[in-house]
């Protein structure tokens, strides 16, 4: 089967950016209901999750921190040596390539401001957070900072293919939460699209881990391309078919990718560095973290952004 680019498959195919499942749900959708679609179908999106003004300025951050890629480094980046934090990696010291950068999200930050930081403090704080709590069957929850992903992508124009985390990734983590910080539109700028409902087993794959074009090509009827508003993030299980589009706008794009589960069902070594969630007066908030002393993320950790 003759390949396509995503440009020309939704070109062709339209209908691929419509809700045909409805899988989107509101603050108004209780955590059961959303949990129940996501069992099924591998991918929900939920709405109006975050604020936009915190999602602006994190772009901005992120944006700041991305152009200071391959420079030598510069004066607000030194202040954070002293805390023995990560700064980027080596892959980066030319700058980033023609796709962009992805960095372990206690690495990214400008001046004070730490994007992934005030992310998931306002995650915390959101109508999201007890969904996240009903699909992981627990209030005790372990984000594993190791698993998650900052990115800055700069749009490619790229051919359709889809692959599974559970063979991409860990097959033990059960999901993922994916988060643009701004508006997604197809053939505009890239973003994350799904082939629900997801199947119940790992995918035949190519050395790469990508499942081939075959296989997306042969189910645009379950395919799903969603526009993201600002604020808008997306669950997708480690079973689920996703692929990242890429239209050849040359449009930036900034994410975060949020890996979580039960803390007493997450492997020991998934949970270095780590932050725990509880409920404490009903509410949900940070009770530990976890970060072995030659492990950099302990400013990050330790951020009035994310304990605020």
């Given at each position: 089967?003759?390949n396509?680019?995503?440009?020309?498959?939704?070109?062709?195919?339209?209908?691929?950016q419509?809700d045909?499942?409805?899988?989107s749900f509101?603050?108004?959708?209780?955590?059961?209901?959303?949990?129940?679609?996501?069992?099924?179908?591998?991918a929900?999106?939920?709405?109006?999750?975050?604020?936009?003004?915190t999602?602006?300025?994190?772009?901005?951050?992120f944006?700041?921190?991305?152009?200071?890629?391959?420079?030598?480094?510069?004066?607000w980046?030194?202040?954070?040596?002293k805390?023995?934090?990560?700064?980027?990696?080596?892959?980066?010291?030319n700058?980033?390539?023609?796709?962009?950068?992805?960095?372990?999200?206690?690495?990214?930050r400008?001046?004070?401001h730490r994007?992934?930081?005030?992310?998931?403090?306002?995650?915390?704080?959101?109508?999201?957070?007890?969904?996240?709590?009903?699909?992981c069957?627990?209030?005790?929850?372990?984000?594993?900072?190791?698993?998650?992903?900052?990115?800055?992508?700069?749009?490619?124009?790229?051919?359709?293919?889809?692959?599974?985390?559970?063979?991409?990734?860990?097959?033990?983590?059960?999901?993922?939460?994916?988060?643009p910080?701004?508006?997604?539109?197809?053939?505009?700028?890239?973003g994350?699209?799904?082939?629900?409902?997801?199947p119940?087993?790992?995918?035949?794959?190519?050395?790469?881990?990508?499942?081939?074009?075959?296989?997306?090509?042969?189910?645009?009827?379950?395919?799903?391309?969603?526009?993201?508003?600002?604020?808008?993030?997306?669950?997708?299980?480690?079973?689920?078919p996703h692929f990242?589009?890429?239209?050849?706008?040359?449009?930036?794009?900034?994410?975060?990718?949020?890996?979580?589960?039960?803390?007493?069902?997450?492997?020991?070594?998934?949970?270095?560095?780590?932050?725990?969630?509880?409920?404490?007066?009903?509410?949900?908030?940070?009770?530990?973290t976890?970060?072995?002393?030659?492990?950099?993320?302990?400013?990050?950790?330790?951020?009035?952004?994310?304990?605020?």
């Amino acid at each position: 089967m003759q390949n396509l680019n995503y440009d020309e498959l939704i070109a062709r195919y339209p209908e691929v950016q419509k809700d045909r499942h409805g899988l989107s749900f509101g603050a108004e959708a209780s955590p059961a209901r959303v949990a129940d679609a996501l069992t099924p179908s591998g991918a929900v999106m939920l709405r109006s999750v975050l604020p936009e003004r915190t999602l602006l300025r994190c772009q901005t951050s992120f944006e700041y921190f991305a152009r200071s890629l391959g420079r030598h480094r510069p004066a607000w980046l030194r202040p954070w040596s002293k805390a023995r934090d990560d700064g980027p990696s080596p892959q980066w010291r030319n700058g980033e390539t023609d796709i962009g950068s992805w960095h372990s999200p206690w690495v990214v930050r400008y001046r004070r401001h730490r994007p992934a930081a005030a992310i998931l403090s306002a995650l915390l704080k959101s109508w999201a957070w007890p969904v996240v709590e009903k699909i992981c069957g627990a209030t005790d929850i372990a984000i594993l900072l190791g698993f998650c992903v900052a990115r800055h992508a700069i749009d490619k124009s790229l051919g359709a293919g889809a692959h599974q985390d559970a063979k991409a990734v860990a097959a033990e983590v059960p999901f993922s939460m994916w988060i643009p910080f701004h508006a997604i539109t197809p053939r505009r700028n890239s973003g994350l699209g799904f082939i629900v409902p997801a199947p119940h087993h790992v995918l035949p794959t190519l050395p790469h881990n990508d499942v081939g074009p075959d296989y997306v090509l042969g189910n645009l009827d379950k395919a799903w391309v969603p526009h993201y508003s600002p604020g808008d993030l997306t669950i997708h299980t480690s079973l689920s078919p996703h692929f990242t589009t890429g239209y050849g706008t040359q449009s930036d794009r900034y994410s975060l990718e949020i890996r979580a589960m039960a803390r007493d069902a997450s492997p020991p070594e998934y949970q270095d560095p780590a932050i725990y969630v509880g409920r404490r007066d009903s509410k949900p908030v940070i009770v530990d973290t976890k970060c072995s002393p030659g492990v950099g993320a302990h400013g990050f950790l330790a951020s009035p952004a994310l304990l605020g």
